[in-house]
């Protein structure tokens, strides 16, 4: 079993940074696939960012490319992500997950290969 637990979120301007993190407990995060997810309302929970295993290599949606990193720290058991030049549009709830199964990276985008989620941090970009 892996528990996963957020923090991090906040209300900021548009153009700022904010740091999430992601602590897990159960499993070390080296035998995790994880990945962030984020949901507004009335919208469906959208992939933003994964890191494969030996965290060699890291994905991410088109929109947050170039201003976002998905990072770790394996001492820590915990996953990052670095936002910066935060938009309006990225105003969502942001949750972790984490699978222990194997897939190929093509499958990392789809929120169904991952069996362990957090309970979500809020992030609020104004104008």
């Known amino acids: 079993q892996v528990q996963l637990v957020e923090s991090g979120g906040g209300l900021v301007q548009a153009g700022d940074s904010l740091k999430l993190s992601c602590a897990a407990s159960g499993r070390t995060i080296s035998n995790l696939i994880m990945a962030w997810f984020r949901q507004t309302s009335g919208k469906e929970r959208e992939f933003v960012a994964a890191?494969?295993?030996?965290?060699?290599?890291?994905y991410y949606v088109d929109s947050v490319k170039g201003r976002f990193t998905i990072s770790r720290d394996s001492a820590k058991n915990t996953v990052y992500l670095q936002m910066n030049s935060l938009k309006p549009e990225d105003t969502a709830v942001y949750y972790c997950?984490?699978?222990?199964?194997?897939?190929?990276?093509?499958?990392?985008?789809?929120?169904?290969?991952?069996?362990?989620w957090g309970q979500g941090t809020q992030v609020t970009v104004s104008s």
């Open positions: 890191i494969s295993r030996n965290a060699l290599h890291t």
């Open positions: 997950a984490a699978t222990i199964t194997y897939y190929t990276a093509n499958e990392y985008r789809r929120q169904n290969i991952y069996e362990y």
